[in-house]
């Protein structure tokens, strides 16, 4: 079964730092993308970022851009989100997917987790 294990979110100041991780099974981490996407309440849904498993490619929204640094540890089958200077609108609940395809689809993705809740408030 397929597990996509998510951590790190939390409580933050504006202008603050938070760091997601996303572990899974070897062979999705090698042969998937994997990435983040996002869900504030009332508001669509949005792609953050993720990372090609075969040429190491990153994709960042707008958004994200700057700000945020997605990166992979090989040894640890996990992906990580740096998100720094984070903003009250960066407020949401993250998830972690993974997809056969590049960049990470916004919906139908083949796998996705449980979502961690980022708040961005003083």
């Known amino acids: 079964q397929l597990q996509l294990v998510e951590s790190g979110g939390g409580l933050v100041q504006p202008g603050g730092s938070l760091r997601l991780s996303c572990t899974t099974s070897?062979?999705?981490?090698?042969?998937?993308?994997i990435g983040w996407f996002r869900q504030a309440p009332g508001k669509e849904r949005e792609a953050v970022s993720c990372?090609?498993?075969?040429?190491?490619?990153?994709f960042y929204a707008d958004s994200a851009k700057g700000r945020f640094t997605i990166s992979r540890d090989n040894a640890k089958n996990t992906v990580y989100l740096q998100m720094n200077s984070l903003k009250p609108e960066d407020t949401a609940v993250y998830y972690c997917?993974?997809?056969?395809?590049?960049?990470?689809?916004?919906?139908?993705?083949?796998?996705w987790g449980k979502g961690t809740l980022v708040t961005v408030s003083s």
């Open positions: 997917a993974v997809d056969s395809d590049y960049p990470l689809p916004l919906y139908g993705m083949d796998y």
């Open positions: 990372i090609s498993s075969s040429t190491g490619s990153t």
């Open positions: 070897a062979f999705i981490f090698n042969y998937y993308t």
